[in-house]
């Protein structure tokens, strides 16, 4: 995830979740990067998603809840050896960020899209930007869906260099959407995918609470 960042993007110093939340189109979804090489074992066991196991009964299961009282939340499960970074985990910042094995997954609370935003214009916008970027020489696979257990959908982009995996997938509910942005090592991200597919499967938005 150590890229030029595209034009009109924040502090490319910051992870990624940080830098795509304020911004006025979102131009995020899933993107993996990588050269051909990685397209033969990442890209392409991310666009088919296989069928997560049911948890052991049980089983310990830790929910993550992203979003401020009064607001709509998302709440996720999360998978074996991700943590949260404290330091992100307060009312006052607008994503959570969790770390594994290096990797980080940087997670968004709910917010309108603005007027004429989707998540196909959000996604569409960013990869566009991504394909631009010749001096990086970003790899950008197609778009997929995915659904999650509650029946909301997400779209995802992937791109890749040599030595990044950064994925992106924009979450919509209704006139609300979240982010799920992840930055790994490419010799990492195999062993990580399952876990991250979870997690976004899982994801839950609930209504604010009286």
Known sequence: MNSRAPRGSADPRLPLSLRLIGRSTLPGALFIIGVAALFVVAIPALATFVQRDEAPVGADVRLLTVGTPGSETLTITLADNWTIDEDTATPESPAVELTNAGATL???APRPFEVGASPASLIDG????LLADEETGWV???TIEVETDAGDYALC?????VNTIQAVCVLAN??????????AAAQTWTS?????EDMLRSAVFEEPQP
């Open 140 to 142: 950008v696979s197609d």
């Open 157 to 161: 982009v992937t791109g890749s260099t």
């Open 126 to 129: 960013f990869a566009t930007e």
């Open 106 to 108: 940087g997670i968004t």
């Open 174 to 183: 209704e006139d609300v959407y979240a982010t799920l942005t992840t930055d």
């Open 192 to 196: 990580l995918q399952r876990g991250i």
